[in-house]
């Protein structure tokens, strides 16, 4: 599960240096969302404008990792474009470069959404923490309806979460220390490529 654990570091160290330098989240369109309102009243961070161009590109994202996929594409090149986007990021100073991370954040995730046999989100983690807490509910009082939950899914969940809370710490200690921080989640992209046998999503 080395893969999994790989994209969560990214994702959280990715959403670490997005927030740190842009003010919004690369990955979690839900803090954006709560940004968005904030901002309609002056409360964020930064301006409206921002957070809809966040959230906008981070659609895109998504669509175009799945408009490739059901046309036949592997993962593998949209997760190249991420590495371009985060190798950019590190000479870039665009007023669209935390809209460009949120894009290549929604494309990892859409591309990735079943990595090492397990069904799953490694860039933001809602859905994963509710559906960890749910199987183990399930594995400790199982009923008729449904199957108890594999034990190897149960360390799936908890590993994407504990990944991405590393990979959130790790954007911090690399914002403060490196002046092109973004190298280091590219590389880690880049390595999982090297590393994953990822195959083109079936159900996409």
């Known amino acids: 599960m080395l893969g999994v654990a790989l994209l969560a570091i990214v994702a959280g160290c990715a959403d670490a240096l997005g927030y740190l330098h842009f003010n919004t989240f690369a990955g979690l369109m839900t803090g954006n ?4 309102g904030l901002a309609l009243f002056g409360h964020a961070p ?11 590109a ?5 669509v175009l990792a799945r408009v490739a ?26 007023r669209w470069a935390p809209a460009m991370l949120a894009f290549g954040m929604g494309a990892q995730n859409a591309a990735t959404t079943k990595v090492s046999g397990i069904t799953l989100n490694t860039v933001f983690l809602t859905g994963d923490l509710q559906r960890l807490m749910s199987d183990i509910v399930a594995r400790l009082f199982p ?10 899914e149960l360390a799936a969940l908890a590993l ?7 990979g959130a710490a790790l954007g911090a200690a690399l914002n403060s220390r490196l002046a092109q921080p973004f190298l280091v989640p590219a590389g880690l992209l880049l390595l999982f490529l090297l590393y994953e046998n990822i195959a083109r999503i079936a159900d996409c």
């Open 160 to 166: 994407v979460w504990t990944s991405y809370v590393g």
């Open 46 to 56: 930064a301006g409206p404008v921002l957070y809809i161009a966040v959230i906008a």
């Open 143 to 152: 009923g008729a309806a449904r199957a108890r939950p594999a034990p190897r």
């Open 33 to 36: 969302t709560v940004f968005l």
């Open 58 to 62: 981070f659609c895109a994202g998504v």
């Open 69 to 94: 996929l059901r046309l036949g594409a592997a993962p593998r090149p949209v997760l190249v474009l991420t590495i371009f986007i985060l190798l950019g990021l590190n000479f870039s100073a665009s």
